[in-house]
């Protein structure tokens, strides 16, 4: 069996061409799979900046009550000296110290100088003839808590 000159050319085009075919398919599926990887990674990073947006969320709310039900014990205070309040803001407080320390590290010198703040006010609790300083640091905790919040409204923006 001798092979001719027109055979081995012909086995060598479907050579080449098969070559080809398979080189061609290589570098499609290398390139949808790049395409693949870049679009995973931008889902993945939606993702996880639609649950920060929802973790500073539940932050503001749950920080919101917390200082709301602190100004309300002590306007409590200043209008009926010694009576406590009722409100149990205990969870609340562990839950917002939580959140910050988990998901927000960058807030925690902010919300530092709220508690801060709010012990100034605290401490003044015993002293019945203090009102005046009490007022004075309710007015310093309402600005702590506001620049708290305006730090939270930040974050928020830089996400969108």
């Not at 320390?101 to 807030?107: Q, R």
């Not at 100034?120 to 007015?139: I, N, R, V």
């Amino acid at each position: 069996m001798e092979f001719q000159l027109k055979d081995i050319i012909i086995i060598l085009s479907t050579f080449v061409t098969g070559l080809f075919t398979l080189g061609a398919v290589y570098l499609t599926n290398k390139i949808n799979s790049s395409n693949s990887r870049e679009l995973l990674a931008q889902v993945n990073l939606k993702e996880k900046e639609k649950n920060k947006l929802l973790k500073l969320e539940e932050l503001y709310v749950k920080f919101d009550k917390w200082s709301q039900s602190f100004i309300t014990t002590c306007f409590k205070y200043l209008h009926l000296s010694n009576s406590k309040s009722q409100t149990d803001v205990k969870l609340e407080f562990i839950e917002l110290k939580m959140l910050v320390n988990i998901h927000f590290p960058e807030l925690k010198s902010e919300l530092y100088l709220v508690f801060q703040s709010r012990d100034k006010c605290a401490k003044l609790f015993t002293e019945t003839h203090l009102s005046s300083e009490l007022k004075a640091e309710m007015e310093g905790f309402e600005l702590a808590r506001t620049e708290f919040k305006k730090q939270i409204e930040k974050l928020s923006k830089a996400l969108y």
